[in-house]
């Protein structure tokens, strides 16, 4: 099946700084969705892409849809303690309804 | 709205017990699905619906069994319980691509 490849697998940051991660496959997707994910919760979505190229925000969150359609990045500015969890990116490829491709996940942490 | 909800939060079952995990939307969603998690493994696909009355197998569906009689609910059957069942389960609804999680049950198989 479609597989998609997430990095890194964890970060530890301090806070304050930038952090970017990005999600690979060899398929084509024609929506890349991120999520974020605290303890003991479901996954929430941040952001949403529909066109390759389009770079969207979300407050201190900026994701883009690569251009090649195989790739998609996070990207998060300014880091704080509440920003710790677990980032899913997850893909949609148009021939299988509305079913979603994960990748492994990055887990962040932030030193306070 | 309460969004999608999920029961039990928690549940631990012997080896060859069977069980449903519930799963409601009041979003008006006609695709629904269930996924499970397992550390290091991401989120994998058990079994979808797209509507009342459709049900479809995803990634890892052997184990499994679903049925969707009314838009709102979406239960997941263990049919006979083994360890390697042993994991976070979640549900999922959604109108388009953008899908909505519940907060999951957490299950232990002994």
């Known amino acids: 099946g479609q597989q998609l490849n997430q990095s890194p697998q964890s970060m530890f940051i301090q806070e304050g700084e930038d952090v970017s991660m990005n999600c690979t496959s060899s398929s084509i997707f024609n929506t890349w969705l991120w999520y974020k994910q605290e303890p003991g919760e479901g996954p929430v979505l941040l952001i949403a892409l529909y066109k390759a190229g389009e770079l969207t925000s979300n407050g201190r969150l900026t994701a883009q849809f690569g251009i090649t359609r195989k790739d998609s990045f996070l990207n998060i500015s300014a880091s704080i303690p509440s920003d710790v969890g677990i980032y899913f990116c997850a893909g949609q490829s148009g021939n299988a309804g509305n079913m979603l491709t994960f990748g492994g996940g990055t887990r962040l942490m932030v030193k306070p | 709205n309460a969004g999608v909800t999920q029961t039990p939060k928690f549940q631990v079952l012997k080896t060859g017990q069977s069980m449903t995990l519930q799963c409601a939307q009041d979003?008006?969603?006609?695709?629904m699905s269930w996924y499970r998690q397992d550390p290091g493994m991401g989120l994998r696909l058990i079994h979808y619906s797209v509507g009342a009355g459709i049900t479809d197998q995803g990634e890892v569906p052997n184990g499994y069994n679903v049925s969707r009689s009314t838009t709102e609910d979406f239960p997941l059957r263990l049919l006979s319980a083994a360890p390697s069942q042993t994991s976070v389960y979640f549900c999922?609804?959604?109108?388009?691509?953008?899908?909505?999680f519940g907060p999951g049950t957490r299950l232990t198989v002994t």
């Open positions: 979003m008006n969603h006609e695709y």
């Open positions: 999922a609804s959604s109108y388009h691509y953008e899908q909505y």
